[in-house]
C-alpha cells in the first residue's frame, strides 16, 4: 500500500489556499495540511524537520520529501487534465526554478492577501 499524498501549505495564506482549491478538483487523494496546525507540526517532526524552519510548500510521496519547485512539479505530476505536462520544467535547472519559486513565495501575502486564520481547503463542484 503507497503511503499518501500529503502537502503541506501555508494555512494563511491566500495562493496557498486557491492552489489548494485548484489541486483538490483535479485529485482528492491528496491530503492537505497546514504548516500552521498541529497536524502539520506533526508531521513535519516525524519528517525531521522543525516547522519553525519551513517556509515553502512540501509534498511528500511515498516516503519522500519534495520542497519549493520540486514540490510544485510532484504535484502538478499527480493531477488531473493536461497539468502533468508541466513536469518537463523539471529539466530547468533547480536553482533557476528555485529562484522563481522563491520570488513568488516572498511575494504572495503582497500580491494575494494573507488570512488571518488557516482555512481548510474543501472540494466545490
Known amino acids: 500500500m503507497n503511503s499518501p499524498e500529503i502537502i503541506l501549505f501555508d494555512g494563511n495564506c491566500n495562493l496557498c489556499y486557491r492552489m489548494a482549491q485548484f489541486i483538490l478538483k483535479r485529485n482528492m487523494h491528496i491530503c492537505f495540511v497546514s504548516l500552521q496546525?498541529?497536524?502539520?507540526?506533526?508531521?513535519?517532526?516525524?519528517?525531521?524537520?522543525?516547522?519553525?524552519?519551513?517556509?515553502?510548500?512540501?509534498?511528500?510521496?511515498?516516503?519522500?520529501?519534495?520542497?519549493?519547485?520540486?514540490?510544485?512539479?510532484?504535484?502538478?505530476?499527480?493531477?488531473?487534465?493536461?497539468?502533468?505536462?508541466?513536469?518537463?520544467?523539471?529539466?530547468?535547472?533547480?536553482?533557476?526554478?528555485?529562484?522563481?519559486?522563491?520570488?513568488i513565495a516572498k511575494h504572495r501575502c503582497i500580491w494575494f492577501g494573507n488570512g488571518k486564520e488557516c482555512i481548510i481547503p474543501k472540494f466545490e463542484k
Not at 525531521?48 to 520540486?70: H, P, T
Open 37 to 103: 496546525s498541529v497536524a502539520g507540526k506533526s508531521v513535519l517532526l516525524n519528517l525531521g524537520y522543525l516547522a519553525e524552519n519551513i517556509s515553502s510548500i512540501i509534498f511528500v510521496f511515498n516516503n519522500k520529501v519534495y520542497f519549493r519547485s520540486d514540490a510544485v512539479l510532484q504535484i502538478a505530476r499527480r493531477l488531473n487534465g493536461i497539468w502533468p505536462l508541466f513536469y518537463v520544467f523539471i529539466i530547468v535547472p533547480k536553482f533557476i526554478r528555485d529562484s522563481f519559486y522563491n520570488t
